[in-house]
């Protein structure tokens, strides 16, 4: 029917990957594969203790990490027609995995969107939510190599790229109506220091944006997020000869804080947002070699 691969890492957390790991041995799958290339003693002991449960494969630690190269390994280690990738600090319902291997008859690749509390599991999806991701999805493997597996050209944020890409070539991914628990809520953005983090992170991940765009897999209108913060910089540069024009904060303002539906999430996520636009000459620099 299908298998199940879980990456684990150098910088996994032993305490969120005995969660996971727990999720995975009960889900509806045919085999549960752990691929290994932490090096860690402490997560070796822990893997071994499964061993009657999982097929564990231990691997070097990755010069460089290459997130497309990470998922074309994952591939490698399938045999079935349907693999469900699920990374070690996420807990899927085993309810949802049925449900995402139905889908994939009809969609090739099915993911469940994050919650960040056992509460937010059971809210529905908001409307117009669509943020693909690769830690607790489904995959029809066969599709999956006839469009060549993952291009590692995109060392992150392959999960997009896998979505545009199926997209261009006519398949429909889809989403689940349900969701999985992520146990690290960085991405969540809840406090000062996780906006600082995803901040630093978003220094690259322009580079990547321009790419799709580049290779023809998604129209402009993809850079819409760019258009609104990047209006942040206009305004500020151009308020400079022209003080009155400072004045259009406030619809900008007021647009971003309706978005993120109150102050706070606005302004925690401002920082990413301005990051994000502020690396752009870098990553047209990327995009011309």
Not at 24 to 42: F, G, K, L, T, W
Not at 43 to 54: A, W
């Amino acid at each position: 029917m299908a298998q199940l691969v879980m990456p684990v890492g150098p910088n996994d957390k032993l305490e969120w990957l005995k969660v996971s790991l727990s999720s995975a041995v009960s889900q509806p799958v045919d085999e549960v594969i752990i691929y290994d290339n932490s090096e860690r003693e402490d997560i070796h002991r822990f893997l071994s203790s499964y061993k009657d449960k999982i097929t564990y494969i231990r691997d070097r630690r990755m010069k460089k990490v290459n997130m497309a190269r990470l998922r074309n390994k994952m591939l490698d280690l399938t045999k079935d027609k349907f693999v469900i990738m699920m990374d070690s600090d996420v807990v899927i319902r085993p309810d949802h995995t049925r449900e995402m291997i139905a889908k994939l008859s009809e969609h090739p690749y099915v993911w469940l969107h994050y919650a960040y509390s056992e509460s937010e599991m059971d809210t529905p999806l908001s409307k117009g939510e669509n943020n693909p991701n690769l830690g607790c999805a489904a995959l029809n493997v066969e599709v999956i190599r006839s469009v060549g597996g993952f291009d590692e050209k995109y060392e992150r944020d392959e999960d997009v790229w896998l979505y545009a890409k199926l997209r261009k070539m006519g398949y429909s991914p889809s989403t689940l109506n349900g969701k999985c628990l992520h146990l690290n809520d960085l991405h969540a953005r809840k406090t000062f220091r996780s906006s600082l983090i995803e901040a630093k992170r978003n220094l690259w991940r322009s580079k990547y944006d321009l790419r799709l765009v580049r290779d023809g897999l998604v129209d402009i209108t993809f850079l819409t997020g760019y258009v609104y913060f990047g209006s942040y910089y206009v305004l500020g540069i151009a308020s400079i000869f022209l003080p009155i024009i400072s004045i259009l904060y406030v619809p900008v303002i007021a647009t971003g804080m309706y978005y993120y539906r109150g102050p706070k999430r606005y302004l925690l996520n401002l920082l990413p947002g301005l990051s994000l636009v502020l690396s752009v000459p870098y990553a047209i620099l990327e995009n011309l070699k």
